[in-house]
Structures are given as C-alpha cells and as structure tokens.
C-alpha cells in the first residue's frame, strides 16, 4: 500500500518530468524575452547604513516591478523545476525581481533596501545591484546575490521595500556609503511585495469539544502557485459534512480522523496534503471557592484546568490573568479559559457578602419566692435567653448583656442556622417601686463576632404585676373603765393601721366618730410614720392615740360605748374601719325627801307646807317622773 506522502512525492517525480522541458522554454523565453541576462552582484550588506532611516522622501517613480518569485542563482523560477513543493522540504533560494522603467538611461550604485520575511521570521536585506540597465523597451530581471534556506510552505515577502541608485558612475559606492549619497529624486519606495513560489498545498485546523460533541475549523495556509486556487476537502471516519469546497471549512467530528485537501491553482497545477485530526477533550473547570470574612476583603477562587490543546490561558471578567485569585471582596466573578485553538469555557462565581446576624428572644417567669401568693419584694422573675444564628456565617464571642438582673453564664459560639437557650440565664428580684409601677420591664442584648464585624440584637420583657392595696385597721380601750358606769369618765383608745397589701398607700385619711360626732375627728400626726412622711409603706404600722371623755348622752342612749374609726385612701375603695366597744352600766335610782317648813301648828285650818325633794341618784337620766303625796 503506498501511503499518502509517498503519493505526493510521486506525483512531484511525474511533475518534475513534465516541468523540465516547460523549465528550459522558460529559461529560453526569458533570456529572449528580457533580453539582459542575471548579472551577480555583491553579497547581503546588512552592517551598511539604511538608506530607509535618512527621512528620504523618495519622490522618484522610475520602476515598476512586474514579478517577484522565488528563483534559484541564474533566475531560473523554482516553478519550473518544482511547480508543487511539500511542506517542510527546505532549499536554497533566491529572489529573482521582473521590471521596467521609463527611463532609457541604465542606474548606478543601485541598492535594494526591504526586509526579507520568511514564514513570519525577518531578516534585513541590503542587496547592493551596481548599474541596473534600463527596461524602457521591454521587462527586464535581476536576481538578488543573496541566498536563503527556504521551507516550502513558508511565505516569502519583501517588507517595506527601498531601490536606490545614482545616475552618475564616477562614485563607487558598493561599500560605503552616507544618506546624501542618494538624493530623494534617486530613490524610490514600493509596496510590501508577496513572492511568488512552487504551490505549497497546507492547512492548519482547531478542534473544540463541548457537551460531547466535537467541531473542527480547517484553515488552507495554502500559498505559491497561481490564485485563485479550488479546494477540495475529503473528510474521514463519521463526519459531517464528509467533503468540502471552502476554504476555510467547519467540521463536526465524532472520532479521531483524517483530513485531506487538493488544491488546484488558477493554472492547472494540483497538489495534496493530508493531516491526522486528534479531537481534544472538552474543557473542564474544577473550583476551590471561599467567601470572604464580614468586614475582610479575603475571598478566593482557586481553578483547576482539564481538557483542550495546548496550554490555557484564564481571563476575568475585571481583567485579571491566572488561575487563582485572592483577596477578593464580595462580587461576580467570571472565568473563561481558552486553549490554543481558542476553545473557550466560561464559568461564574458569586461571591457573597457574609451577611452575619443574630436574634434574641428573651422570656421570663414570675416566681412566687416566698409562697404568699402575692406579688411582692422579693419574688423573683427566672429569664430564660433564646439566641439564633439567623446569618449565613458561624458566629463566636456570643454573649448576652442584661446588667438589671443576675446574670450567669458565658460566651459560646452559633454556627448557621443554630439556636441555644441554656447558655445564659438569669434572675430579678422585685422592688417595691416594680409593684407600684404594676410592671416591670428590662432589656437584654446580645453581641457576637463574625470576622471583622460584630453583629447585635436585643429584646425585652415585661412582667405585669397585680397591685393588692389593702389596709388592717384595729382600735382598741387601752385606758379608762370598762365598762364606764358614769359621764365624765374617760376612755383611752389606741388605733393602729396597717399596710398589708403590696403596694404604698397614699391620700391615707382616718376619721374617729366618737359617740356623738358624726362628722368624726380627723387623726393626725401618727406614730410610726419614720419614712415617706405622708405614704403608709408596705408592712408600715401607723399608731393614733385618742381620748374620750364619756357623756351623759351614753347611758341616756342606753346602749354599750362604740368608738368607730374609718381610714380612707385612693387606692383601697371604701373606708376601712373598726371600733372598740365599751360596756355601759346603768344605775337609774331616785330618792325623795319631805321636809315641813312649819314646825308646830296652833289650830284647825293652819295651812302647813310641805318640800318634797325628788333626786336622780342613778346614772341614767330619768323621765315621766311624778310625785303623789295621798
């Protein structure tokens, strides 16, 4: 089986048959045709001054160039002896340059100035031509003394090109020479000139894999011969489309497979190339991604690279070159890898500010400290503290301030999402100002670390409190009979009132009906009274002494002694009172006496007068009292 390389090299055999005999026409055709035949000049003079950098405005436009190829020492094109080349074969060439001139006059000292690239690697040519005959009548070549190794396939040009000349010969400046040598009207500049050369049938491709799926870009570097040039593509195993006439065709691959392209140029000549098609694996990023710390601008991106051709390169969306990125703050973040056949794979990062955060819920627990069953000093309030980790970052350096309370417990740390309720707790004891407020309400707060920022919360508690005003009233004979058997005797009374509700009693009156009083007698300036003069304090015990001087109204009335006292406030509805009770004796008595005022009488119808005396002897006053005297 003869290979694909061994079938192009026997086709260049048969056209190298065919090609002799066009070669010699050629080499005829030209020395007739163009008359003057290569001359050798000097060698390459790079070390020389460039005439291009003496700011020569080069106005002349004595030539026109007509062809430039590749040629070998005698100009002889390399077409003729190789009209298809395959790329890489190297070998000696030279540059063989077709032109007229409107001038009949031959040039001196010509120089060609222009830098010589092949396949995209320069060199500076400064070619010296000596006298260049005129080609007025009819075109004329000159090959320049200068041989380089050439590989087919590979580009020749002559970039920024100079010709220079003097008109005169007396100078010789084949080896030396100054910018004002060459006058401006002696000089002229040309385009960037293409060389021609044997066809050089080539291509070059890229390949990219995604989701599975392989699409491969041909690219004809195709150059020499004659343009325009026909493609054809022939593609294998599993492709589609499996032939082509671009260019520049696109290819899906669905395995390792071969390419093959024949190129024709505008004069018949054919050559073919064949290349093996490797499908790259697609490209894959792996990530290693942290978000930044609260407050710290310390995320990172760390990639890892699979897959594709060649070496990878990573751009970002800010303009950032590499695979791994520190120090980021909070954003978008956008990765695209590209291979060296320009396959590209993107990939977003969100980076996200930590948004720490934290609540607090506080309750609390009334606590009949002292079993009473009434809320007062001493009884306790028991919180307990409820702390949640509502952020998206771990939380350290939990810790609850309450200052108006016991508090015990120390700082924890929360990670997302997590709640605690045993780490801190605490205790109240009422004050008599909470109950006379009837509440009592206080706030907790709640710090924690997340990086460089701290993170707060707070919440409060209220205990409604029952305000149980009461009063304990007694009034008792502490001097004086009892019972009282007569007016004008008198009677001692101690009264005592007592707070014995939860809260301080304010406004307080206290009203003594002594028997016979009925707008009562207001008490003042008791004993007791040793703080908040005016305010009767929880469990403060206010003492009145008050005397009674019994009247004669009570055995009138009949009825035991009762001392009454009321105590009013505006926080107990209706009086309070009590009353001391003293037994009362009735002792009603009378006694008579009859007295004559005469102390003798003398006769019948002497008038003797009588004095009856009645007197109440008893205690009680007496009524309906009548004398009879038969």
Not at 101 to 122: C, H, K, M, P, V
Not at 234 to 253: M, Q
Not at 416 to 431: M, P
Not at 517 to 543: A, F, R, Y
Request: hydrophobic share 35%; glycine share 8%; net charge negative.
């Amino acid at each position: 089986m003869v290979s694909d390389h061994q079938t192009l090299q026997l086709n260049v055999v048969k056209m190298k048959k065919i090609n002799t005999t066009v070669a010699y026409l050629a080499i005829f055709f030209i020395w007739i045709f163009l008359v003057v035949p290569s001359k050798i000049q000097a060698q390459n003079q790079p070390t020389l001054l460039d005439l291009r950098d003496c700011g020569n405005n080069c106005s002349s436009n004595n030539f026109t160039i007509k062809q430039v190829y590749l040629s070998d020492a005698l100009g002889v094109p390399l077409a003729n002896s190789l009209a298809t080349c395959t790329p890489g074969v190297q070998q000696t060439a030279y540059i063989s340059v077709v032109y007229n001139s409107n001038s009949g006059s031959s040039t001196n000292n010509t120089r060609l100035f222009a830098d010589l690239s092949i396949g995209g690697s320069t060199q500076f040519l400064n070619v010296w031509l000596g006298v260049l005959p005129s080609a007025k009548s009819e075109n004329k070549i000159v090959t320049l003394n200068h041989s380089f190794t050439w590989t087919c396939g590979a580009q020749v040009k002559l970039l920024n090109p100079l010709l220079a000349w003097t008109t005169s010969g007396s100078a010789d400046l084949s080896s030396s020479y100054k910018c004002n040598d060459y006058p401006s009207a002696q000089c002229q500049f040309g385009e960037d000139i293409t060389v021609d050369a044997p066809l050089a049938v080539q291509f070059d491709y890229t390949a990219c894999t995604e989701n599975g799926a392989t699409s491969v870009k041909f690219f004809s570097t195709t150059n020499g011969g004659s343009i325009p040039y026909t493609y054809n593509w022939t593609f294998s195993p599993n492709t589609n489309p499996s032939t082509s006439t671009l260019a520049d065709p696109i290819v899906a691959f669905s395995t390792n497979g071969t390419a093959t392209l024949v190129v024709t140029d505008s004069k018949g000549v054919t050559n073919t190339f064949t290349k093996s098609i490797t499908l790259p694996s697609e490209l894959t990023i792996s990530s290693t991604v942290n978000q930044p710390t609260p407050g710290i601008d310390n995320g990172s991106i760390s990639l890892v690279v699979n897959g594709g051709t060649g070496t990878k390169t990573v751009t970002w969306n800010d303009g950032t070159i590499g695979l791994n990125r520190t120090d980021l703050p909070a954003g978008t973040y956008i990765a695209t890898i590209t291979d060296e056949f320009n396959c590209q794979k993107s990939e977003t990062f969100i980076l996200t500010s930590p948004q720490p955060n934290i609540s607090l819920i506080k309750s609390g627990n009334y606590e009949d400290t002292n079993g009473d069953g009434v809320q007062n000093v001493g009884d306790r309030i028991i919180y307990n503290f409820l702390l949640t980790n509502i952020g998206n970052y771990p939380l350290s350096d939990v810790t609850v301030l309450d200052p108006s309370i016991s508090l015990t417990g120390s700082s924890i740390s929360l990670a997302v999402g997590s709640s605690n309720n045993s780490g801190f707790s605490g205790f109240y004891s009422l004050k008599q100002s909470d109950i006379e407020a009837g509440f009592f309400t206080n706030n907790a707060s709640v710090s924690a670390s997340a990086g460089n920022i701290i993170v707060t919360a707070s919440d409060s508690h209220t205990e409604n409190l029952i305000q149980v005003p009461n009063l304990l009233v007694s009034k008792t004979q502490i001097g004086g009979p009892n019972p009282v058997t007569s007016a004008g005797q008198q009677l001692d009374y101690e009264i005592t009132v007592t707070n014995t509700g939860n809260i301080n009693i304010t406004n307080l009156t206290t009203l003594d009906f002594l028997p016979g009083s009925p707008s009562g007698i207001t008490l003042t300036s008791p004993d007791g009274d040793l703080s908040d003069p005016g305010v009767l304090n929880v469990g403060e015990t206010w003492v009145y002494n008050v005397s009674y001087i019994v009247a004669q109204e009570v055995f009138d009335l009949g009825d035991n002694l009762v001392n009454v006292v009321n105590v009013t406030s505006n926080q107990v509805p209706g009086p309070v009172f009590a009353s001391a009770i003293t037994p009362v004796i009735l002792s009603p008595a009378l006694s008579i006496t009859k007295t004559a005022t005469e102390s003798s009488f003398a006769a019948v119808g002497d008038v003797l007068n009588y004095t009856i005396v009645v007197t109440n002897t008893g205690n009680v006053t007496l009524s309906n009292v009548s004398v009879s005297d038969p």
